[in-house]
T-cell receptor, first 112, second 110 residues
Framework: AQSVTQLDSQVPVFEEAPVELRCNYS??????LFWYVQYPNQGLQLLLK??????LVKGINGFEAEFNKSQTSFHLRKPSVHISDTAEYFC??????????FGKGTRLHILP | SQTIHQWPATLVQPVGSPLSLECTVE??????LYWYRQAAGRGLQLLFY??????ISSEVPQNLSASRPQDRQFILSSKKLLLSDSGFYLC?????????FGNGTRLTVT
């Protein structure tokens, strides 16, 4: 069975500092990996996804994530955060044919 | 292009009242459909998913139910709401690696 672990429920970061949101997954088959963002009072929006190929995936709003198969991780990074990045971020895994499983989310707080 | 419609956007219901949230999809055939709930501080929880008409899998035992009367329609229901049913409900569809979410319904049970 697939599962997703987001190790940090909340991450405070100063504005313009770099950030890494951690995600680890477990799956017995090949996976698709996703990061979604939910801004306050809005639905989910896809940030980026890994399907195959290059392990470094670039997404919207300057975010990127790296797929590491040996460590079963898919951490999300941004070199310099902005106040508008305040949101909740969800990592998700899917095998493509079955259900999508989400992590519990990481709330990113940007400090002025 | 594919779109997903979810309504209503917000809903306030008294305890013990029934619930019906509807989600419809356009621009795709035979999608997997999902209902998720986001409760405060608990992240997203998969409630139901469906791989076809009339096929519903329940992930969490509760007083909610789901139905898929048509290929692109997914309904979340309850006969009697509980206070603990309050939360943000998201409908989603997926076809292979493509996924889209509705805008969600914020349900407050009073």
């Amino acid at each position: 069975a697939q599962s997703v672990t987001q190790l940090d429920s909340q991450v405070p970061v100063f504005e313009e500092a770099p950030v890494e949101l951690r995600c680890n997954y477990s799956s017995s088959v090949s996976v698709y990996l996703f990061w979604y963002v939910q801004y306050p009072n809005q639905g989910l929006q896809l940030l980026l996804k890994y399907l195959s190929g290059s392990t470094l995936v670039k997404g919207i709003n300057g975010f990127e994530a790296e797929f590491n198969k040996s460590q079963t991780s898919f951490h999300l990074r941004k070199p310099s955060v902005h106040i508008s990045d305040t949101a909740e971020y969800f990592c998700a895994v899917s095998d493509g044919d079955d259900k999508i499983i989400f992590g519990k989310g990481t709330r990113l707080h940007i400090l002025p | 292009s594919q779109t997903i419609h979810q309504w209503p956007a917000t809903l306030v219901q008294p305890v013990g009242s029934p619930l019906s949230l509807e989600c419809t999809v356009e621009g795709t055939s035979n999608p997997n459909l999902y209902w998720y709930r986001q409760a405060a501080g608990r992240g997203l929880q998969l409630l139901f998913y469906s791989v076809g008409i009339g096929q519903i899998s329940s992930e969490v035992p509760q007083n909610l139910s789901a139905s898929r009367p048509q290929d692109r329609q997914f309904i979340l229901s309850s006969k009697k709401l509980l206070l603990s049913d309050s939360g943000f409900y998201l409908c989603a569809w997926s076809v292979r690696d493509a996924t889209k979410f509705g805008n969600g319904t914020r349900l407050t049970v009073t």
